[in-house]
């Protein structure tokens, strides 16, 4: 995943995936910001 606050550079974000155990699902979980950003995926 990458990171941006004006989607002209993007940034690697180091937050490492976890397995949801409820929906078995992969999350990323973000710290709450003043600023805003926006995200993508990245592709491997």
Known sequence: M???SD???WADVTNAPV???TNL???VLL???NSS???RL???
């Open 37 to 39: 950003s926006f995200y």
């Open 2 to 4: 990458q990171q941006s």
């Open 7 to 9: 989607l002209t550079s």
């Open 19 to 21: 397995l949801n155990l």
């Open 42 to 44: 990245k592709t491997p």
């Open 25 to 27: 699902q992969n999350e």
């Open 31 to 33: 710290s709450p910001s």
